[in-house]
């Protein structure tokens, strides 16, 4: 991905939250787990997202081994999927970073898998908007 289609994107993240106010939350008790494509995509999302989503502890994954690892060693408040692992599902196309396990799995799947290690009480956000991101993650940590 070309350094001017993540700087897009991170300005299209910032647009969502225009307005919110960042202060007044605390989430540091709480935790995400985001499973994206492109790892200096999810390294600076993370820098930007985390302080207005509250503090939570906020790990991204880019390839499967690191993202089906971390569903099973810890319980999770939410599990998030990047706007970019939507595309390629809504195109029926797989999600970069898949294994041989993996291969072939839609967001179908692997809801079914994070649901058998977390629970149906996990709250999962998905979206193919950047100017989303912000606003359902800050409903989901409500």
Known sequence: MSEANR????NEIT???VGMHYNEIDNSDKSILARGCDPIMAQKAVIMLTPQLGNPKFVTCTNDNDFLKNITKQKWNIIFFAPGACRY????????????TTKGWGLDQYKQFIFEHQGRNIKIVETVDE???IPLLRQALE
Do not use: D, T, Y
């Open 7 to 10: 700087n897009r994107m991170l």
């Open 15 to 17: 647009a969502g939250g």
């Open 131 to 133: 100017r989303q991101i």
């Open 89 to 100: 599902n809504a195109a029926n196309q797989p999600i970069p970073g898949c294994i041989e």
